[in-house]
């Protein structure tokens, strides 16, 4: 699916009461596998952190998440897989909805991904890591040695197998946190600002493998982050403000929205920045995917001289 074919809403004059598609006649060839209805949560007596959340996320989506520290992001993340317990509204992933007894069957469905890759490991090497998820799903041992193998592979770590996690850097700490999720062969796959401790050469890195889990097919992909990259290479973005969803929105059409990019404190990417600023002086310059598709459209301006 290609970044446009999801348009968010449009013509709202009211940034904060802007309506949000209609969760239930979203245009999609997909079955819907998270959806919220009224999701409401609060701590304790304070006012909600979330507040009356509708939206519906189709099989095989990657979706970014968005939004000014302490607006709920993670809350929402953690309400999808029971990390915290159930608050007002309704939860269903893939059709069940989530209840005491269904919880376990849930996070079955769900892996995550947190931001700190040390509060991950379990094991005393990194082949004990990925080993200690797939115990617990009672697997074979043939079965659990063919996954740590072929996940171990997948994400470039197999020479590292046998390394403490305390030998490891931090991005080759990300990979092994990731492949210990992907092992367990989750549905959806959270990612809570996995990228946010990483240099720029990891985060690359990681943008490559979310970019990859997503052309497979195999995964509904959530992830919380500020990358202005990441979120262009998404082909969602929820906004989130206050506690509530605020947009809905293709990475593109939210690059566009100088209100919510100031709300959800998201700097667009340069090749948007200057595609404005170009377009103020009276240039009619297509929106750019990419620094490279904006360098194609200026060469034939340049030639013109």
């Not at 007596?45 to 939206?55: A, N």
């Not at 991950?120 to 079965?143: H, K, P, W």
């Not at 210990?180 to 946010?196: Q, T």
């Not at 995964?219 to 919380?224: E, N, Q, V």
Request: overall charge negative.
């Amino acid at each position: 699916m290609k970044q446009r074919d999801l348009k968010g809403p449009h013509g709202t004059t009211n940034v904060v009461e802007e309506t949000v598609r209609n969760p239930n006649v979203m245009p999609s060839p997909y079955s819907p596998t998270i959806e919220l209805v009224g999701v409401s949560y609060g701590y304790g007596k304070d006012l909600p952190v979330i507040d009356d959340i509708t939206l519906s996320i189709p099989q095989g989506q990657w979706v970014t998440l968005v939004g000014a520290n302490g607006c709920g992001k993670s809350t929402l993340v953690k309400l999808m897989n029971a990390l915290l317990p159930k608050g007002e509204g309704s939860i269903k992933v893939k059709g069940l909805e989530l209840q005491s007894d269904t919880i376990g069957k849930i996070r079955q469905t769900i892996g995550m991904v947190f931001q700190n890759p040390d509060n991950q490991f379990i094991g005393a090497t990194v082949e004990e890591d990925i080993v200690f998820g797939l115990e617990g799903q009672c697997l074979s041992i043939e079965v659990m040695e063919e996954r740590v193998k072929s996940y171990a592979a997948r994400l470039g770590i197999t020479d590292l197998l046998y390394k403490h996690p305390s030998e490891l850097s931090g991005g080759q700490k990300q990979r092994v946190a990731i492949a210990s999720i992907l092992s367990m062969e989750p549905e959806v796959v959270i990612f809570d600002e996995a990228s946010s401790m990483l240099d720029e050469k990891t985060r690359n890195e990681l943008l490559n493998i979310l970019s990859d889990m997503h052309k497979s097919g195999r995964y509904t992909i959530i992830s919380i982050t500020h990358d202005a990259q990441e979120i262009a290479a998404s082909e969602r973005v929820l906004v989130l403000h206050e506690g509530k969803l605020i947009a809905d929105r293709t990475p593109t059409e939210l690059f566009q929205d100088e209100k919510i990019l100031e709300m959800s404190h998201v700097i667009a990417p340069f090749a948007f920045q200057l595609t404005r600023e170009l377009h103020r002086y009276g240039l009619d310059i297509s929106i750019p995917n990419c620094e490279k598709e904006l360098m194609e459209a200026l060469w034939p301006l340049h030639l013109r001289k």
